[in-house]
């Protein structure tokens, strides 16, 4: 899954994927926590939306609030603020950055999970121009993927247990398995770590954690002497 245009970045970004509920969230800290124990590597933890990010993030609000917006806007502002995370990863003095969602979730969201031929603009088209586009691709794309797996029944009952869902977690078992089935197509294909996302956390993290060194590249494989 490694891509050349990345041998600039700085800082070598791992992200965690994987459907609602899956507890990305709650693993991206847990596994940075232990890349510290064990390898005293310090890391950035972050969302694709964060709060820092001003007028990106206060559009985010409409979009996970329930006001109507077009397609293309959705998709540009989730581009724009995957973009600036990862942007801002290369700025800060760390060993590595850990990402909850990256520019696969865009992909899996905005398309796959859709598959909605409606609208008069190809928004499948727009976001794969702006991701092929070499300056975007080579700033947000990871070097490591990692997804975490579980099937639906489980994904209704931990989102359940959330209260007020946004408008993606509203979809329809056909969307959310849709999504699914695309991370799991992805972590084959680009040969990351797929984890059963069903377990304890610890069990989770150490699982997360044993992907992840299958995978390091020669030229980051210091982070782990």
Same mark, same amino acid.
């Given at each position: 899954? %490694?891509?050349?245009?990345?041998?600039?970045?700085?800082?070598?970004?791992?992200?965690?994927?994987?459907?609602?509920?899956?507890?990305?969230?709650? /693993?991206?800290?847990?596994?940075?926590?232990?890349?510290?124990?064990?390898?005293?590597?310090?890391?950035? *933890?972050?969302?694709?939306?964060?709060?820092?990010?001003?007028?990106?993030? %206060?559009?985010? #609000?409409?979009?996970?609030?329930?006001?109507?917006?077009?397609?293309?806007?959705?998709?540009? *502002?989730?581009?724009?603020?995957?973009?600036?995370?990862? #942007?801002?990863?290369?700025? *800060?003095?760390?060993?590595?950055?850990?990402?909850?969602?990256?520019?696969?979730?865009?992909?899996?969201? /905005?398309?796959?999970?859709?598959?909605?031929?409606?609208?008069?603009?190809?928004?499948?088209?727009?976001?794969?121009?702006?991701?092929?586009?070499?300056?975007?691709?080579?700033?947000?794309?990871?070097? %490591?993927?990692?997804?975490?797996?579980?099937?639906?029944?489980?994904?209704? /009952?931990?989102?359940?247990?959330?209260?007020?869902?946004?408008?993606?977690? #509203?979809?329809?078992?056909?969307?959310?398995?849709?999504?699914?089935?695309?991370?799991?197509?992805?972590?084959?294909?680009?040969?990351?770590?797929? *984890?059963?996302?069903?377990?304890?956390?610890?069990?989770?993290?150490?699982?997360? %954690?044993?992907?992840?060194?299958?995978?390091?590249?020669?030229?980051?494989?210091?982070?782990?002497?």
């Amino acid at each position: 899954m %490694y891509d050349e245009t990345l041998s600039k970045r700085k800082v070598p970004i791992i992200a965690i994927e994987g459907v609602d509920g899956c507890g990305k969230g709650t /693993q991206t800290y847990r596994l940075s926590q232990m890349l510290n124990d064990k390898h005293r590597l310090s890391s950035v *933890v972050t969302s694709v939306i964060p709060d820092g990010l001003g007028q990106i993030s %206060y559009l985010r #609000k409409f979009l996970v609030g329930g006001k109507p917006v077009s397609r293309i806007s959705e998709a540009l *502002v989730y581009m724009a603020s995957i973009y600036e995370v990862c #942007k801002e990863l290369q700025e *800060v003095e760390i060993d590595l950055g850990i990402m909850d969602r990256s520019i696969y979730s865009t992909i899996a969201y /905005q398309v796959v999970g859709r598959e909605s031929k409606t609208e008069p603009f190809d928004v499948e088209r727009l976001i794969h121009s702006v991701i092929n586009h070499e300056q975007f691709k080579e700033v947000v794309m990871p070097d %490591y993927l990692l997804v975490l797996d579980i099937d639906h029944s489980t994904q209704l /009952q931990r989102m359940e247990k959330r209260g007020k869902l946004d408008h993606f977690e #509203k979809m329809p078992k056909e969307f959310h398995e849709r999504v699914r089935e695309y991370y799991r197509v992805q972590a084959i294909y680009l040969k990351a770590g797929i *984890v059963n996302g069903v377990g304890t956390e610890s069990e989770i993290t150490e699982n997360l %954690y044993t992907a992840l060194r299958a995978m390091i590249l020669p030229e980051h494989q210091h982070f782990f002497e």
